[in-house]
């Protein structure tokens, strides 16, 4: 079974640039979570997608962050414009979706650096 | 957001012996899973955990869920080289959504 592919591994750009991070789940997983990893730091929730609805982004920074899942299988997460402090990794998970059992699975990540 | 406080922060053991780490929430929760991460990669899943006072393994790892559901313990046996890595604690509570929070890690250094 293939895993969670994310796309690129890893970006760097200056800050005020835009930035988009890409995730393909695993099949049939109907849950879609992005994290953000701080150096040092367990990851933090930043979106979660059940299909393609939102279920929780209370802790994205609507200001400059954005994702959208629109057939309820990709799914990519923009910065727009990208500050100092977003230098992180950001991960992407996938799950069943049911009520129980419900443990996710992560990508690689994507390594972002902002100079 | 919540965080769940995991101890210890690093380890640094002798090749063969034995690790515990735990984590430890001031909220209920349903669900603990238990992750390894290496450099460079993502958080790989070890152990899930479902009910309180279930203590399940998978090689030379085990793993329990509190009785009081608000801590959870992982212990690793004979440890070898590529136990080397991040472990990382989650816990999921009632009607979140799913939403699992994270602890702030243990990183484990064996030395041979």
């Known amino acids: 079974e293939a895993g969670v592919a994310q796309s690129p591994r890893y970006k760097i750009i200056e800050k005020r640039q835009s930035v988009a991070f890409w995730c393909n789940p695993i099949?049939?997983?109907?849950?879609l979570y992005w994290y953000q990893q701080i150096l040092g730091q367990g990851p933090k929730l930043l979106i979660q997608?059940?299909?393609?609805?939102?279920?929780?982004d209370s802790q994205l920074p609507k200001d400059r962050f954005s994702a959208e899942r629109l057939k309820g299988v990709d799914s990519t997460l923009k910065i727009q414009p990208a500050k100092l402090e977003d230098s992180a990794v950001y991960l992407c998970?996938?799950?069943?979706?049911?009520?129980?059992?419900?443990?996710?699975?992560f990508g690689p990540g994507t390594r972002l650096t902002v100079l | 957001g919540q965080q769940l406080n995991q101890s210890p922060q690093s380890m640094f053991i002798q090749e063969g012996e034995d690790v515990s780490m735990n984590c430890t929430s001031s909220?209920?929760?349903?669900?603990w899973l238990w992750y390894k991460q290496d450099p460079g990669e993502g958080p790989v899943l070890l152990i899930a955990?479902?009910?309180?006072?279930e203590l399940t393994s998978n090689g030379r790892l085990t793993a329990q869920f509190g009785i009081t559901r608000k801590d959870s313990f992982l212990n690793i046996s004979a440890s070898i080289p590529s136990d080397v890595g991040i472990y990382f604690c989650?816990?999921?509570?009632?009607?979140?959504?799913?939403?699992?929070?994270f602890g702030t890690g243990t990183s484990l250094t064996v030395i041979p």
């Open positions: 909220s209920i929760f349903n669900t």
């Open positions: 998970a996938s799950s069943f979706g049911g009520s129980t059992y419900n443990e996710q699975f």
């Open positions: 099949s049939g997983h109907a849950t």
């Open positions: 955990l479902y009910k309180a006072g």
């Open positions: 997608f059940q299909n393609n609805g939102v279920v929780d």
């Open positions: 989650a816990g999921q509570r009632e009607n979140t959504g799913n939403q699992f929070y």
